[in-house]
């Protein structure tokens, strides 16, 4: 039986664009400062062991939002536009009672760069909407509102959009009319570019940062590269990935030196500390109302960021890899979870996050979703919910803009193996106990074959039972794309001819 609505929680979810697991001083940083973070953990129960099965911005959101798969909400791609006519959370709380507001990157409108999202169904069920489709202009965001007019707002855009949130949560607690709210607000940092101010820049010495478990090294670097080399949509071998390889090309300014990448992750610190700083101002809100007792707050990140492991350059994040599918995951509600625990429970908190939020308010739990929840865990009524992680990142095919093709990738994560196949080749096996950075590739072990036909056999039958493909592909470009010059292009039009300047 449903809780009455009286009876419900506020819940707030607060995003952080591609932000490692291990960018928390509660998580083992011994660093980087996120004060407010630790006090949410202090509070709450963190997940050690929280994963996403598609570690890319645009399917992670769909998952989020409807507890499905790429290949069951049908967005395996950055930068397409949803299907609207599917089960989301935020329409079913709208429908049970209540007030929705969505402040941030969308990123589920397709290709338009800001890109304004309409009210109606393509807001999938939030009502109060300030944002924008994509882009990460820090210092000279736009966004919209109910209509396409522009505004903008020349302070860093994570600390403007905090007070967006916090106005959304004051107005709703005013109405005093009994119907709690659903916030949500996805903040652009740590994700790159590294934009910021100069206080945030400086806040972090390179020379003081930890580099990441096999940072630098060249030697890896090269053959992971040379490993790149990898087959296209049509079966034929091409290099769809900056390399150092001979012969084949790096993007310009990809961290790629100890020093760039030391810069790099003080630079990336320096944003974590701002999200930490930001939240902290939502946390302190929340207490002056006298409604954190009763608000669920959930922090967590689409996926994480290389920063140099595996060959791979800063900002990358496709790929079966800790660094890349491992987030930081917080879960906070004092009126029914008792705080201060870490658990190590595996969870996909892109699939498992609606249908526990739906089961914790004794709301139907739509037949489509595909994850499980991990209520029972917050409750301390189980260590597990599930026993593995599946991992899949999905082909695209090119056209004229030139974005990479990936290999199709399909995979395991288990508490003690991570692997990774593709449809014709095993990519990638690690023991995780014995090595818990994934420095030591197995899978050219014919010591370890059974393991990986009994892994193997999981993930085909996963497939199966999912409705899941190796021919499951988006043709780029999508409707309305803008690449990165095109999108700034029209971002600085805006700006000169029609956005409103607000303060």
Same mark, same amino acid.
């Given at each position: 039986?449903?809780?009455?609505?009286?009876?419900?929680?506020?819940?707030?979810?607060?995003?952080?664009?591609?932000?490692? #697991? +291990?960018?928390?001083?509660?998580?083992?940083?011994?660093?980087?400062?996120?004060?407010?973070?630790?006090?949410?953990?202090?509070?709450?129960?963190?997940?050690?062991?929280?994963?996403?099965?598609?570690?890319?911005?645009?399917?992670?959101?769909?998952?989020?939002?409807?507890?499905?798969?790429?290949?069951?909400?049908?967005?395996?791609?950055?930068?397409?536009?949803?299907?609207?006519?599917?089960?989301?959370?935020?329409?079913?709380?709208?429908?049970?009672?209540?007030?929705?507001?969505?402040?941030?990157?969308?990123?589920?409108?397709?290709?338009?760069?800001? $890109?304004?999202?309409?009210?109606?169904?393509?807001?999938?069920?939030?009502?109060?909407?300030?944002?924008?489709?994509?882009?990460?202009?820090?210092?000279?965001?736009?966004?919209?509102?109910?209509?396409?007019?522009?505004?903008?707002?020349?302070?860093?855009?994570?600390?403007?959009?905090?007070?967006?949130?916090?106005?959304?949560?004051?107005?709703?607690?005013?109405?005093?009319?009994?119907?709690?709210?659903?916030?949500?607000?996805?903040?652009?940092?740590?994700?790159?570019?590294?934009?910021?101010?100069?206080?945030?820049?400086?806040?972090?010495?390179?020379?003081?940062?930890?580099?990441?478990?096999?940072?630098?090294?060249?030697?890896?670097?090269?053959?992971?590269?040379?490993?790149?080399?990898?087959?296209?949509? =049509?079966?034929?071998?091409?290099?769809?990935?900056?390399?150092?390889?001979?012969?084949?090309?790096?993007?310009?300014?990809?961290?790629?030196?100890?020093?760039?990448?030391?810069?790099?992750?003080?630079?990336? #610190?320096?944003?974590?500390?701002?999200?930490?700083?930001?939240?902290?101002?939502?946390?302190?809100?929340?207490?002056?109302?006298?409604?954190?007792?009763?608000?669920?707050?959930?922090?967590?990140? +689409?996926?994480?960021?290389?920063?140099?492991?595996? $060959? #791979?350059?800063?900002?990358?994040?496709?790929?079966?890899?800790?660094?890349?599918?491992?987030?930081?995951?917080?879960?906070?509600?004092?009126?029914?979870?008792?705080?201060?625990?870490?658990?190590?429970?595996?969870?996909?908190?892109?699939?498992?996050?609606?249908?526990?939020?739906?089961?914790?308010?004794?709301?139907?739990?739509?037949?489509?979703?595909?994850?499980?929840?991990?209520?029972?865990?917050?409750?301390?009524?189980?260590?597990?919910?599930?026993?593995?992680?599946?991992?899949?990142?999905?082909?695209?095919?090119? $056209?004229?803009?030139?974005?990479?093709?990936?290999?199709?990738?399909?995979?395991?994560?288990?508490?003690?193996?991570? #692997?990774?196949?593709?449809?014709?080749?095993?990519?990638?096996?690690?023991?995780?106990?014995?090595?818990?950075?994934?420095? =030591?590739?197995?899978?050219?072990?014919?010591?370890?074959?059974?393991?990986?036909?009994?892994?193997?056999?999981?993930?085909?039958?996963?497939?199966?039972?999912?409705?899941?493909?190796?021919?499951?592909?988006?043709?780029?470009?999508?409707?309305?794309?803008?690449?990165?010059?095109?999108?700034?292009?029209?971002?600085?039009?805006?700006?000169?001819?029609?956005?409103?300047?607000?303060?």
């Amino acid at each position: 039986m449903s809780a009455s609505t009286s009876e419900r929680p506020n819940i707030l979810i607060i995003y952080a664009d591609q932000m490692r #697991y +291990d960018t928390m001083a509660c998580a083992g940083n011994p660093v980087v400062k996120t004060p407010y973070l630790d006090r949410l953990a202090m509070e709450g129960v963190r997940f050690s062991e929280a994963y996403v099965s598609y570690p890319l911005c645009t399917p992670f959101r769909a998952a989020l939002f409807s507890g499905k798969y790429a290949q069951g909400h049908g967005l395996f791609q950055n930068h397409f536009p949803l299907d609207v006519n599917q089960d989301f959370l935020p329409q079913i709380l709208k429908e049970s009672g209540y007030h929705t507001g969505y402040i941030g990157k969308w990123h589920l409108e397709g290709g338009p760069k800001p $890109g304004y999202v309409p009210p109606g169904e393509r807001r999938i069920g939030f009502d109060h909407f300030i944002g924008f489709n994509r882009g990460h202009q820090y210092l000279q965001s736009i966004y919209y509102k109910d209509t396409d007019q522009p505004y903008h707002c020349k302070r860093y855009e994570p600390d403007y959009q905090t007070d967006q949130l916090i106005e959304f949560i004051e107005t709703s607690v005013a109405k005093d009319d009994g119907n709690p709210f659903f916030g949500f607000i996805c903040y652009g940092p740590p994700h790159h570019p590294m934009v910021m101010p100069e206080y945030i820049r400086k806040m972090y010495d390179p020379e003081e940062v930890p580099l990441p478990p096999g940072v630098p090294n060249p030697d890896l670097q090269v053959e992971t590269q040379r490993r790149r080399l990898e087959f296209d949509c =049509n079966g034929n071998e091409k290099a769809h990935l900056a390399s150092k390889v001979p012969g084949i090309k790096k993007k310009p300014g990809e961290p790629e030196t100890e020093a760039e990448i030391r810069r790099f992750i003080a630079e990336y #610190y320096g944003m974590v500390s701002n999200v930490d700083h930001n939240v902290g101002r939502v946390l302190n809100r929340l207490d002056a109302l006298d409604v954190a007792e009763n608000t669920l707050v959930i922090f967590l990140s +689409d996926h994480g960021d290389m920063m140099g492991q595996h $060959g #791979y350059y800063c900002g990358f994040k496709p790929t079966g890899y800790r660094a890349a599918m491992q987030v930081p995951f917080i879960v906070r509600y004092p009126a029914r979870v008792a705080g201060g625990r870490v658990a190590d429970a595996l969870v996909d908190i892109s699939v498992d996050s609606m249908p526990m939020i739906l089961e914790m308010l004794g709301l139907r739990i739509p037949n489509a979703v595909q994850g499980t929840s991990y209520l029972s865990v917050l409750d301390g009524k189980s260590d597990a919910t599930r026993d593995a992680v599946m991992y899949q990142v999905m082909k695209q095919n090119d $056209g004229a803009k030139g974005e990479f093709t990936p290999v199709p990738e399909r995979g395991i994560r288990t508490r003690d193996w991570l #692997y990774v196949r593709q449809p014709t080749r095993r990519k990638m096996l690690f023991d995780l106990d014995a090595d818990h950075d994934e420095l =030591n590739d197995l899978s050219g072990d014919s010591r370890y074959e059974s393991i990986m036909e009994n892994l193997d056999a999981r993930i085909f039958r996963h497939m199966e039972a999912t409705d899941d493909d190796w021919n499951l592909c988006m043709d780029f470009p999508p409707p309305g794309f803008l690449t990165h010059a095109e999108g700034q292009a029209h971002l600085e039009k805006e700006l000169e001819e029609r956005a409103i300047i607000v303060p």
